[in-house]
RNA sequence: GCCGCGUUCGUCUAGCCCGGUCAGGACGCCAGGUUCUCAUCCUGGAAAUCAUGGGUUCGAAUCCCAUACGCGGUACCA
C-alpha cells in the first residue's frame, strides 16, 4: 500500500521558528524565520519560538539569548511568551518513545557506536546504502528485559513499517509532490542513550503538541520528512503542511557558510546594514510576488500582505552582497535625518565630538553617498579637522596663481557678506552659484579644494554649510596663503 | 555508492500550473546627460540559443522522457 498524505485545510495557522542555539542567528536562519514569520502573519496566524537544544555536546553558552536578541532586532515577534526549551521537556519525549516501544513500533537497540562504524563500514565495502540490520529487534523479550536490568546503555529505534508501506508521498508546500520508498529508510534513533531525544522525535512531539500547522525549514530537512510523517502516523496524530524552503549560497554555489564571509545576523549589523534592508534582501533570495510585479523594495508590512509559500523559488539563492549594499543604500537614502542620526551613533565614536546639530548636517550630505551605516565620515575626513593637501591641486584645469587667488579672495569676500541667517544648504547653494556666474570650474574648484583638500568631494557649498562660516573663511584663508 | 531536490542574463528573479508578446524587471557593468569634482538623479546599452539531447505539437522556457552538472541527505548533529 501507499501512504499518501495530502495538505487539507487549517483553519488556524501556525508556524515556528526552531533553531539550535549554536552560538548566533544565521542569516538563512533568519530567512527561514521570516518565511515563517510572514506566512503565519499574512495568514493572521500565530508564530512561534522554539529553542531545539537536545544535542548537549554541542551546547554553547548564551546562544539563546542571542538569537533572541537577533530575531527581536529584526522585528519577528513570537506569540508564546515563554520560549519552548526542548531540553527542559525530557520526560514528554521518554513517554511518546516508551509508547511506541510498547506498541512495537520502536524498540531498544543496544549497538555500541563501533559496532555500528564496523557495520556501515562493512556495508559501504559492500556498496550497500548504510542502513541498520536491526540486529537488535530480533532479540528475545528476555534478553532485552536482562541488559535493561543489567543497565546496558541503550537508544529507542523508530521501526520504520517497511512492510505495510512501500512508499511514503506527500505535498510539499513548495516542491509538490514528494515520493520515497520506505525500504531505504533507516530506522532512525529517536531517543538516545543520554535520555534526550534526537531531532526527529522531538520534532514531530513538539510540532504536534504545539499545532503546528505549517513545518517551514530548511532544504536539508527533506529526505528526513518520510520519517518525520511515518512518526506523525505511528502516533496517529495529524500531519502538518511541510514546505521546504532553497538553500542560501556561497557565490561558488556551496552552502553558505563563515569560510566565504560573514553569516551571522550581528556581523551585519556592526557593519552599519539595516534591519529594514537585511530583511528585504533575504525576502527576495528566493522569493517574489510575482504576477509581474517589478517592485523591488519592500516594507514588513508589504512583505506579509504579499507573501505566499507557492511564489517560493525551488533552487538555491547566491547571497550576493553587492545586492544588499544597494538596498540599504536605498533604505538610508529614504530615512530621515533624526532617525539616520540616531541609528548612527554607534560608530560617532571615532570622530571628535562635534555635537548633534553639526552631525545632522554631516548625515544630511552624505545620505546619498552611503550604502552603510559604518561609512560615515569614511570618505569626508575634512568636515571634522582642516585638510592637508599640495597646493597644486587647487588649480582648476591650467589657470594660473593669478586668477587662483583672484578667486579664493572673490569666495572669501563673498562668505564674509553672507549674514548668519542665511546660512543654510539651499541659500548658500543659491549664493555660491550666483557669485560663480559663467565661471564655475575657475571658482567652485579652488573653493571646493581649500575646504576639503580633496579630488572628489561634496560641492562646497555643503562643506562650508556643514563646517560653518568661521571654519570656511578660515579655511580659505590658509589656501591663499598656501599660493604664494 | 545509494536516495532526494534543483537547473531562465555574471547575480537576484518574472514568465512555467492554464503552450503562441523582440524572454520582462532589479543589482552589477559600460556609455551619455545633469555637474567644479564625487555621490545622487535621468537616459541608453551590452548581457540568458530558457543546462543538454530527444519527443508531443502548426507552434515549447512553458507538457513528457533521458542525460549532464550542481546541491542536500545518508550520525546516539541539528
Known amino acids: 500500500m501507499t501512504a499518501t498524505t495530502t495538505s487539507k485545510s487549517h483553519t488556524s495557522i501556525r508556524t515556528r521558528f526552531a533553531p539550535s542555539p549554536t552560538g548566533y542567528l544565521h542569516i538563512g536562519g ?7 514569520f510572514l506566512f503565519a502573519r499574512h495568514h493572521d496566524g500565530g508564530f512561534y519560538l522554539r529553542i531545539e537544544d537536545t544535542d548537549r555536546s554541542r551546547y554553547v553558552a548564551g546562544a539563546e539569548e542571542k538569537l533572541q536578541e537577533s530575531l527581536k532586532w529584526a ?6 511568551p515563554e520560549i519552548i526549551f ?21 524498540y531498544p537497540c543496544f549497538c555500541s557506536p563501533e559496532e555500528l562504524d564496523s557495520m556501515r563500514k562493512e556495508q559501504q565495502a559492500k556498496k550497500m546504502a548504510p542502513k ?10 528476555q534478553e532485552v528485559k536482562q541488559k535493561i536490568v543489567t543497565g546496558e546503555a541503550h537508544v529507542i529505534r523508530f521501526l520504520i513499517p517497511n512492510e505495510e508501506i512501500v512508499q511514503v508521498e506527500y505535498t510539499d508546500a513548495i516542491r509538490g ?6 525500504e531505504l529508510l533507516d530506522d532512525q ?6 535520555g534526550f531525544p534526537t531531532y526527529h522525535l522531538a520534532s514531530v512531539i513538539d510540532d504536534h503538541v504545539m499545532q503546528i500547522s505549517h513545518v517551514i525549514r ?29 538553500l542560501l549560497l556561497n557565490p561558488d554555489r556551496s552552502k553558505l557558510s563563515k569560510r566565504q564571509g560573514d553569516v551571522a545576523v550581528e556581523d551585519y549589523v556592526q557593519k552599519g546594514y539595516l534591519k529594514e534592508a537585511i530583511l528585504n534582501f533575504v525576502a527576495l533570495l528566493g522569493w517574489n510576488p510575482g504576477k509581474g510585479s517589478e517592485k523591488e523594495i519592500f516594507s514588513l508590512e508589504e512583505l506579509v500582505k504579499n507573501f505566499s ?7 538555491g539563492a547566491i547571497f550576493d552582497i553587492k545586492r544588499l549594499d544597494w538596498m540599504n543604500g536605498e533604505y538610508i537614502k529614504r530615512m530621515p535625518i533624526d532617525e539616520l542620526y540616531k541609528k548612527v551613533q554607534p560608530w560617532m565614536s571615532k570622530y571628535p565630538e562635534v555635537g548633534e546639530e553639526y552631525w545632522k548636517r554631516v548625515l544630511a550630505i552624505e545620505q546619498d553617498r552611503l550604502d552603510r551605516l559604518d561609512q560615515i565620515g569614511e570618505k569626508n575626513p575634512f568636515l571634522f579637522v582642516d585638510p592637508e593637501y599640495n597646493s597644486t591641486l587647487l588649480r582648476w584645469k591650467d589657470m594660473d596663481d593669478k586668477i587662483l587667488r583672484e578667486m579664493l579672495e572673490k569666495a572669501h569676500a563673498m562668505i564674509q557678506n553672507i549674514p548668519k541667517e542665511n546660512w543654510d544648504r539651499e541659500k548658500l547653494g543659491e549664493i555660491f552659484l550666483a557669485e560663480a556666474g559663467e565661471r564655475r570650474g575657475e571658482f567652485l574648484w579652488p573653493l571646493r579644494v581649500s575646504l576639503t583638500g580633496a579630488k572628489q568631494s561634496p560641492p562646497p557649498q555643503d562643506i562650508a554649510w556643514v563646517i560653518g562660516k568661521e571654519a570656511t573663511l578660515k579655511r580659505i584663508h590658509i589656501a591663499i596663503l598656501l599660493i604664494s
Open 30 to 36: 533568519l530567512r527561514t524565520a521570516l518565511y515563517s
Open 75 to 80: 522585528g519577528l515577534t513570537w506569540d508564546n
Open 86 to 106: 526542548q531540553s527542559q521537556h525530557l520526560s514528554i519525549y521518554k513517554k511518546y518513545a516508551e509508547q511506541l516501544v510498547s506498541e512495537k513500533k520502536a
Open 132 to 141: 541498520y540490520d536491526r540486529r537488535c529487534l530480533h532479540l528475545s523479550p
Open 177 to 182: 509532490k514528494v515520493g520515497f520508498r520506505t
Open 189 to 194: 534513533v529517536i531517543l538516545k542513550s543520554d
Open 218 to 246: 530548511g532544504e536539508e530537512w527533506l529526505p528526513s520528512t518520510p520519517k518525520h510523517i511515518l512518526l506523525y502516523r505511528a502516533f496517529g496524530w495529524e500531519v502538518p503542511v511541510f514546505a521546504h524552503l532553497p
Open 309 to 315: 509559500l507557492e511564489q517560493v523559488n525551488k533552487a
